[in-house]
């Protein structure tokens, strides 16, 4: 099962790691090993527990079984310095949206260790290469969707991270913005960054990552380069991701659902 | 300004911090922004670029507590029976604090966001949890200084310096023990329950709470009993359950050297639990950071509901099909959302209690009292707080709906809206109080008497509505910082109830008076709910 280029470093290694809510087991054994430079698009269907293995990462679940290595330290024992050199974007766009642009990114820089004016220089022309140059001073509670992932991907790649935590990162963003994400996202990889990327679009996940890890029920299902899981299956990474969770009742779903549409109208 | 000077006395504490392993320079510029959006909780609807801080709202709502605190002045100087005067003094206290650090500050304890946001940088969650006690304490500082400091200063004068400065350190042992306590109840649900229920749980002990301090107090009153204007203190062992009573016992052994045991007893409490509590809150931090995780988390399937009652009612008292849906959704949205419940639950409890309070005090001094059903209007008071939250929502921005939805008469959103509190809210409180009146008083003839309140209520939800908020949609402002704080509003609609409690009680001075009351007030109500709403 382990893919492409083993000689590399290792960023991040997950053995046999379980987790479960409540006696309700959400992840039961998922392994793989991550190595630098490469995107790892994390997809699976809802409640395959992408997100819990995504916060077991970064530390926000602890209490699990199994070993997590980042930048191979044991997160268990480590202590948060790890973190310094992540970066998030966090599903749910939770910011703390009272703040202004300018203060968000001053604080979040601050936290990672930079001082105010590297903080102020680069977070300006970041804004400015994003197109929010003239919302740096205003409140992020007055942004668009697509502005406030804007500001969240500023956020999280502002420290020059080693390793980046995208969750659905381009949910909101327009065409050209998400061309200058998907190229970012390139760019950082062939410079040796780490890109661990979940999201529910197949088509974009198919053509940006240069592995793809399938979860589906707790474990993981496949893994591999689009190339090698093309060798099992067949398709495209869309028909494969169906294939292999067992679902093929899209069509006769969606005839039910315009069924269901047509019923109940009185007047 | 006044963060600013708040983060600078901190700065004087910086090596106790690291003394206790905190990282006081992140602490700090946590605390900077956590201070910043406190000062930005204000209706935040249209704001825009590079506006100006306004601290105002918060600034005005210290003014209101220095307002508040002027009502302890007369308990503080009026004699020497401190164990009494020191025990109202504190359970007024206790109800300040307690009530603002639950209506305002289980945000900051319960804030999700802090998790993605501060728990994925490089900070220990030491530093995190100090932060976050440190926001509280700053917060209670600020709000308890404003409360007490003239009082502080009058006792100062009239009582002498040990007084005062015994008065202060008990007040910061109060302030302690009120956040920590907080915390702990919160910390103790957060154990054994999850997801939604967990934050419907959470609301319930918040309106509880702000409840039974109501009713704590009323205890507290009659622990003492007045004699020939001597107040004496019998000892009953669930006195010890009254916190206020603890605080005040210093004063009495300290300054009169009252040496009972009881009295003791009660300074040991006084000093013991606010420390013994803040070690126990210490010790369960990190599991409470942990739970604190189950918040983002969604439990299981909930069983669905069935809800004939309401849609019986809606076909009873809405015309079109649209009102009727209108009332079903302003109905589940006064039974569901939490921040509503919140700010609103606790204001009814007030007004069932309230008129018992009342009529009991009344018996007390006169058993017959002919009247004593007037202070059922005390329920009353319950509406125009209740109409005035009903234009906010947490989640003010769904309100587009109303925009794209093909209503042709935008005022019966409204009207379906106060429908669904009268139902919801309005009639069950109304007409429980009312039965247990009847009950007490075991007299039918009361009954005119009752329907004429009622009808009075309904007419004045449609005033109240009229006055308050004429064209906002419900449920479509964000609730802010400020809004509790309308005292003026507040203080004229008392005097209005008071006006329609003095018309009652004239025109039942007239035999058949109240039968024609209620005649008026029933085509009033009719022309009333008719005009307004077309």
């Known amino acids: 099962m382990r893919p492409i280029k083993t000689s590399q470093t290792s960023v991040l290694k997950i053995e046999n790691l379980t987790k479960s809510f409540n006696g309700k087991p959400v992840l039961v054994g998922v392994d793989f090993e991550v190595y630098r430079g490469q995107i790892i698009g994390y997809i699976g ?22 070993k997590v290595e980042i930048f191979g330290q044991d997160i268990a024992n480590a202590d948060v310095s790890y973190k310094a050199k992540i970066g998030y974007v966090p599903e749910n766009g939770e910011v703390y949206d009272d703040l202004t642009a300018q203060e968000y990114l ?32 205003s409140r992020i509670s007055s942004f668009s969707k697509g502005m406030k992932q804007k500001l969240l991907i500023i956020s999280s790649i502002l420290h020059d991270p080693e390793l980046l935590f995208f969750d659905e990162p381009l949910s909101g963003l327009d065409a050209n913005s998400v061309m200058i994400v998907k190229e970012l996202m390139a760019q950082l990889a062939a410079e040796g960054k780490t890109i661990f990327y979940s999201s ?67 007047s | 300004m006044m963060n600013a000077i708040s983060l600078k006395i901190l700065d004087k504490f910086s090596r106790l911090f690291h003394l206790l392993g905190i990282n006081y320079i992140t602490m700090r510029q946590i605390l900077a922004i956590k201070l910043t959006m406190d000062q930005r909780r204000v209706p935040t609807i249209f704001q825009d670029v590079k506006q100006k801080e306004n601290s105002n709202a918060f600034l005005k709502s210290l003014l209101l507590y220095a307002l508040y605190g002027l009502v302890l002045i007369p308990f503080l100087i009026m004699g020497d029976n401190y164990l009494f005067q020191m025990s109202i003094v504190f359970g ?41 006690m440190i926001h509280v304490v700053i917060y209670m500082t600020q709000l308890t200084g404003a409360f007490i400091l003239i009082p502080l200063a009058v006792s100062l004068f009239v009582k002498g310096i040990t007084f005062s400065l015994l008065l202060l350190v008990e007040i910061i042992f109060v302030a302690l023990f009120i956040i920590v306590l907080t915390a702990l109840i919160y910390m103790l649900i957060l154990r054994y329950f999850d997801g939604e229920r967990l934050k419907d749980l959470i609301n319930y002990v918040q309106i509880f709470l702000s409840v039974s301090i109501i009713v704590g107090y009323q205890f507290i009153a009659h622990s003492f009993q007045f004699v020939d204007y001597v107040v004496s203190f019998d000892w009953q062992w669930w006195h010890v359950l009254i916190p206020p009573i603890w605080f005040a016992a210093p004063f009495e052994w300290l300054l009169l050297g009252n040496q009972e045991w009881y009295i003791m007893l009660f300074t040991a409490l006084a000093a013991l639990i606010p420390i013994g509590s803040i070690f126990v809150y210490i010790k369960f931090i990190p599991s409470f950071e942990r739970n604190l995780q189950k918040m983002m988390q969604t439990s299981g399937s909930t069983k669905i509901r069935k809800h004939r009652w309401e849609q019986t009612m ?50 007390q001094t006169d058993s017959n009292a002919p009247y004593a059903y007037l202070a059922i209007y005390f329920c009353n008071l319950m509406i125009p707080n209740v109409i005035h939250m009903l234009k906010f929502s ?67 939800i449609v005033i109240c509505y009229r006055l308050i908020n004429n064209q906002h949609y419900p449920f479509s402002q964000p609730f ?50 008719k005009k307004v709403f077309s």
Not at chain 2, 334 to 362: A, C
Not at chain 2, 497 to 522: D, E, K, M, N, Q
């Open chain 1, 45 to 66: 269907p809802n409640g395959a527990g992408k997100s819990t293995t995504v916060k077991i990462m970064l530390g926000l679940i602890d209490k699990y079984n199994g």
């Open chain 2, 480 to 529: 802010s910082f400020a809004q509790n704080t309308n005292t003026a509003m507040m203080i004229v609609t008392m005097f209005v109830i008071g006006g329609f409690a003095f018309v009652h009680f004239l025109v039942s001075l007239t035999s058949f008076g109240v039968y024609f009351y209620i005649i008026v007030l029933f085509i009033s109500n009719w022309i009333s709910w």
């Open chain 2, 314 to 363: 809606a076909k009873l008292i809405c015309r079109t099909n649209h009102e009727k849906t209108l009332f079903q959704f302003a109905y589940k949205m006064i039974s569901q959302e939490r921040e509503f419940k919140l700010k609103v639950y606790p204001s009814l409890g007030f007004s069932i209690i309230m008129p018992f309070i009342l009529l009991f005090n009344v018996i």
């Open chain 2, 394 to 460: 947490s989640k003010y921005k769904g309100s587009w709906i109303y925009g794209v939805l093909p209503i042709a008469n935008r005022k019966s959103i409204y009207r379906a809206t106060l429908k669904a509190f009268i139902v919801k809210l309005y009639l069950p409180i109304i007409l429980l109080i009312c039965t247990i009146f009847l009950t007490i008083f075991s007299d039918i003839s009361l009954l005119p008497d009752m329907i004429a309140i009622i009808l009075v209520g309904i007419w004045y």
């Open chain 1, 200 to 266: 529910h679009i197949m088509d974009v996940v198919e053509k940006i990552s240069n592995r793809i890890i399938l979860l589906a029920d707790g474990k993981v299902i496949a893994d591999g380069t689009f190339e090698q899981l093309k060798e099992k299956n067949e398709g495209t990474l869309e028909q494969i991701f169906n294939e292999l969770t067992g679902f093929n009742e899209h069509e006769k779903i969606a005839s039910e659902i315009v069924s269901i549409v047509h019923e109940g109208h009185k």
């Open chain 1, 106 to 137: 001053t604080f979040v820089g601050k936290m990672y260790g930079m001082t105010e004016n590297a903080i102020d220089y680069k977070a300006k022309r970041l804004m400015d290469k994003f197109g929010i140059y003239e919302s740096f001073t």
């Open chain 2, 92 to 132: 007024m206290v206790m109800f300040i604090l307690m009530t603002s650090m639950i209506a305002d500050f289980s945000t900051v304890l319960l804030d999700v966001r802090d998790k993605a946001i501060l728990n994925t940088k490089p900070v220990d969650q030491k530093t995190i949890s100090a932060a976050k």
